[in-house]
Nanobody, 125 residues
Framework: QVQLEESGGGVVQPGNSLRLSCAVA????????MAWFRQAPGKEREFVAA????????YVADSLKGRFIVSKDRAKNTGWLQMNMLKPEDTGVYYC??????????????????WGQGTQVTVAS
């Protein structure tokens, strides 16, 4: 059984940064990858970033490149989403997910069987 626990959400002003963490229990990063998705009110869940198992190749949504960085700490079995220069449109519930999708499917939510509870991020002045 894989369990994910997120933390780090909150309210921040535009232009500031926030770092989300996702602690994984039940599997190690050598055998499972991690992704981040977000869902804004009234919108569908969208892909944010992913990091594959093993070597840890990273993927970031094109619209977020240059601002969002995904990483992992194998020793702590924890993944991170560093969000910089936040904008009001970044507001939403952020979810971490774990799974082992093939490269062509890393952006697909259906490829991840394990999900965290979500953490709210609000960007407002």
């Amino acid at each position: 059984q894989v369990q994910l626990e997120e933390s780090g959400g909150g309210v921040v002003q535009p232009g500031n940064s926030l770092r989300l963490s996702c602690a994984v229990a039940g599997r190690t990063f050598s055998s499972i990858g991690m992704a981040w998705f977000r869902q804004a009110p009234g919108k569908e869940r969208e892909f944010v970033a992913a990091i594959k198992s093993g070597g840890g190749t990273t993927y970031v949504a094109d619209s977020l490149k240059g601002r969002f960085i995904v990483s992992k700490d194998r020793a702590k079995n924890t993944g991170w989403l560093q969000m910089n220069m936040l904008k009001p449109e970044d507001t939403g519930v952020y979810y971490c997910a774990a799974g082992s999708p093939i490269t062509s499917s890393v952006r697909s939510a259906s490829m991840y069987p394990y999900w965290g509870q979500g953490t709210q991020v609000t960007v407002a002045s």
